[in-house]
């Protein structure tokens, strides 16, 4: 059975950065699109980023509200992925969760594996 863990969530103050992780077990990274999802109460879990599996050219997909604070990554010898983010506002505040998928894409319903999510808090 596939899993995926993300750690790497706390608290932190406006401008400063994280770096989330997403170990996966029982499945490669490399042989997947792996992409990170946000949400907040009461919303619909949003796209945040994507990087496509190896043999496609490890390209990447951000949201717009992400695009030069987030980079997705790969480290395929650690078998994880990661999310490095920084310059962060309030409104990067959500649960993250790390996702497993054949195709690089933004809608939620193409990603077949999930983690339980960690919690990112960004402090005005």
């Known amino acids: 059975q596939a899993q995926l863990i993300e750690s790497g969530g706390e608290l932190v103050q406006a401008g400063g950065s994280l770096k989330l992780s997403c170990a996966a077990s029982?499945?490669?990274?490399?042989?997947?699109?792996m992409a990170w999802f946000r949400q907040v109460p009461g919303k619909e879990r949003a796209f945040v980023a994507a990087?496509?599996?190896?043999?496609?050219?490890?390209?990447?997909l951000y949201a717009d509200s992400v695009k030069g604070r987030f980079t997705i990554s790969r480290d395929n010898a650690k078998n994880t992925a990661y999310l490095q983010m920084v310059n962060l506002k309030p409104e990067d505040t959500a649960v993250y969760y790390c996702a497993s998928g054949p195709l690089l894409e933004k809608n939620p319903i193409e990603y077949g594996f999930w983690g339980q999510g960690t919690r990112v808090t960004v402090s005005s």
């Open positions: 990087i496509s599996r190896k043999e496609y050219g490890d390209s990447t």
């Open positions: 029982g499945l490669t990274v490399s042989a997947h699109t």
